[in-house]
């Protein structure tokens, strides 16, 4: 009995050694890593369908205006225009960039946007993962 405790206690404590020193790692990856509050944005667009979003999400990396572009497919949008409640079906952009492209990037968009007013909004990222945070800054130049 003597020797099933002792193995039980041996694999448990190294089953924790191991535990802790990831959490451990983890922790001061994050920690070493700085970020500054509102350095990068995510932004959002409106596309009337697939072809105009790819297109779209193209251009954006293509010209270095984001580091990554989303698309998500299929969502709903009501709205008020000219004077009536609308509601179509859209495709939507998420827009991971620097906040100092915003300006910039909103530019490309209603250039490019079939939409006589291009939604074009974004809100600065306060937090995340830091490595994914260097990444946007390592992709998008200043």
Known sequence: ???????????????????????????????????????????????????VARDLARGIVEKKLAACVNIVPAIKSIYEWQGKIEEDNEVLLMIKTRSSKVPALAEYVRSNHPYEVAEVISLPIDQGNPPYLKWIGDIVPE
Request: charged letters at 10%; one cysteine or more.
């Open 1 to 51: 009995m003597k020797t099933v405790f002792c193995v039980h206690t041996v694999l448990l404590s190294v089953f924790m050694f191991q535990l802790l020193r990831t959490v451990g790692l983890r922790a001061f990856s994050m920690a070493s890593e700085t970020y500054t509050s509102g350095t990068h944005s995510a932004a959002f667009v409106t596309c009337p369908n697939d072809t």
